[in-house]
């Protein structure tokens, strides 16, 4: 969900639906739909036709009027001249004097007022539209596994296929290197071979060249006519004659023969059939360490920014604000305000901006350790939840019981409000009040509404007309017996989010649709946790309080590995 760019401040107040001019709207008639001021309804009104018998209800009390029903002008439907008085239990249909005089007089038992039956169907109704809803809500679970599980699908289909594009190229440079070695290999040998029968070639023809050349000396010598001469050399020329002995191999070596190998799928590699996709969520939860504060309550946890693992932690009720640093299995504190704290985020520059009690909030510098003023100003509502997102908007939840209002406002660097959500379309509030918030990777604002005195609350997605698109209450089985109350909220590195629910010691795991994925309260591993956040490393920071009417000052955090979420 983008943020809207035009600024919403609640609902357009609507006109008289008589007079269209004065827009203070006081009464409703039920039987006209009409909504009224005060002149409309006691001048114009009562000129309609059979005024005296509509019912006009306060504007403020329309939402909780229901209309009582007439039971006693119902046609009986046998007999067209007489009036419904009665309910047939046995039947299960609607009985006047003559039907009970003449079908239902052994059903005298079974005979009940028409109200009572009415009660009894809106009771079986009720009940219907409850299964119905569990239906919808069990279906709901199954379609967003479903989708999980084509997501996972087309994930795994899209690295199968990088695998074999990989193999592919990998055995293409083997083959190809290979092929390379054996032309090289041809190449060296045949070389040797050559050069070692051109050897013995060029001395053939060298011993060949000889033979000619004593030829021809011998076919001279023996023309000659000077018999002293020929005498003189004849011994020389005899020795001539002599035929060199050339000795060569028998045999040479020659090149190999290629013969081509046997490719088989198995060399190249195969599709295996991997374990069938589980339709249940896999989330591991692994608690790395626990440390152990001096606080009573850890009420915010706000890690710092591409920093050596330091974080901001507070005591809201105790008005203390502590940057502290985890060292082993403990925590060194580096800065320490006496500062009273209703809500805090971080900001880039690792200062965190939070609320003192005032509608302006205040920045505190981790350089100077000062608080000033900045540009974020809700007034008159006073802060409840501080949200900094990824394009550096400031979103704030706000509250106030003199003016009975409560929204979240979304700010811009400059302070302006861009978006308010308050009312929704029928000028009902959205909030009771919104005490922590979270914006996902998909721009789904997250908000945590529930009131610190109350004993149930909710999580609601914020749509982009100002109305509520989805919430979560709980879940049948960990709320049975205790309502669900959350106080925190945290966007996972998957685009889920994670909810606190500090009495049932419960991590409750949504998805982007604001419907359960999961939950976690293994054993009680981590009890009354009251904040959590994570690191831009991943890891998972959880603050808790100590046990309910303890005044020791021993609240833990901590640092959760939770994959698969």
């Not at 920045?363 to 501080?386: E, F, N, R």
């Not at 709320?479 to 419960?506: E, G, L, Q, Y």
Request: include cysteine.
């Amino acid at each position: 969900m983008a943020f809207s760019k035009s600024i919403q401040k609640g609902q357009i107040p609507i006109n008289c639906q008589l007079c269209e001019i004065d827009k203070v709207i006081k009464w409703k008639c039920i039987e006209c739909n009409l909504l009224m001021c005060y002149n409309c309804c006691d001048k114009i009104h009562p000129k309609f036709r059979n005024a005296t018998d509509h019912k006009i209800v306060d504007i403020k009390d329309v939402g909780h009027y229901n209309e009582k029903l007439d039971f006693t002008n119902i046609k009986c439907d046998e007999h067209s001249a007489q009036f419904s008085c009665l309910f047939c239990k046995k039947c299960d249909s609607l009985v006047c004097p003559t039907c009970v005089s003449k079908v239902h007089k052994k059903h005298a038992n079974d005979l009940i007022e028409i109200s009572e039956a009415y009660e009894m169907k809106i009771d079986l109704l009720k009940k219907g539209q409850n299964h119905l809803e569990n239906s919808k809500a069990s279906m709901t679970t199954i379609k967003d596994q479903l989708s999980r599980l084509k997501t996972t699908e087309n994930s795994n289909k899209m690295k199968v296929r990088q695998d074999i594009l990989s193999h592919e190229k990998t055995l293409k440079t083997i083959i190809d290197n290979y092929f390379r070695q054996l032309k090289e290999e041809v190449d060296g040998t045949s070389k040797s071979v050559l050069r070692h029968i051109e050897n013995d070639l060029s001395m053939i023809i060298g011993s060949i060249q000889d033979v000619e050349n004593n030829k021809g000396e011998i076919k001279d010598f023996i023309n000659l006519t000077d018999a002293s001469k020929f005498f003189q050399n004849i011994r020389k020329m005899e020795k001539s004659m002599a035929v060199p002995t050339v000795q060569t191999p028998k045999t040479y070596d020659s090149i190999p023969k290629f013969i081509p190998g046997e490719i088989k799928k198995s060399s190249v590699g195969v599709l295996q059939i991997n374990d069938r996709q589980s339709m249940k969520l896999s989330v591991d939860f692994v608690v790395d360490k626990t440390f152990q504060t001096d606080l009573s309550v850890v009420t915010h946890i706000c890690p710092c920014i591409n920093d050596d693992m330091s974080m901001w932690i507070s005591c809201g009720i105790k008005d203390e604000v502590k940057r502290v640093k985890p060292n082993g299995n403990h925590l060194t504190v580096l800065l320490s305000f006496n500062i009273e704290v209703y809500c805090m985020a971080i900001l880039p520059s690792n200062d965190i901006i939070l609320s003192v009690g005032r509608s302006r909030l205040q920045q505190l510098s981790i350089t100077t350790g000062k608080l000033t003023d900045t540009v974020y100003d809700i007034d008159p509502l006073g802060p409840t939840a501080i949200h900094v997102t990824s394009d550096n908007k400031v979103v704030v939840g706000g509250y106030s019981i003199k003016h009975g209002r409560r929204a979240v406002i979304v700010m811009n660097k400059n302070g302006e409000h861009e978006t308010v959500y308050e009312n929704d379309q029928q000028n009902q509030p959205l909030f009771c009040y919104p005490c922590s918030i979270t914006i996902t990777c998909s721009g789904n604002i997250y908000v945590v509404d529930c009131k610190p005195d109350s004993g149930r609350g909710k999580v609601a997605v914020l749509g982009q007309g100002g109305s509520i698109v989805n919430k979560y209450t709980g879940h049948v089985d960990i709320n049975k017996d205790i309502s669900f109350r959350p106080v925190a909220i945290s966007t996972t590195p998957k685009d889920n989010v994670i909810v606190v629910d500090m009495d049932t010691h419960t991590l409750h795991i949504l998805n982007n649709a604001c419907r359960l994925m999961t939950y976690f309260n293994k054993n009680n591993v981590i009890l009354y946790p009251r904040t959590l956040a994570y690191t831009p490393t991943g890891k998972l920071y959880i603050g808790c309080s100590t046990t309910k009417n303890s005044s020791s000052k021993e609240a833990k955090i901590y640092e959760v590995t939770i994959t698969g979420c």
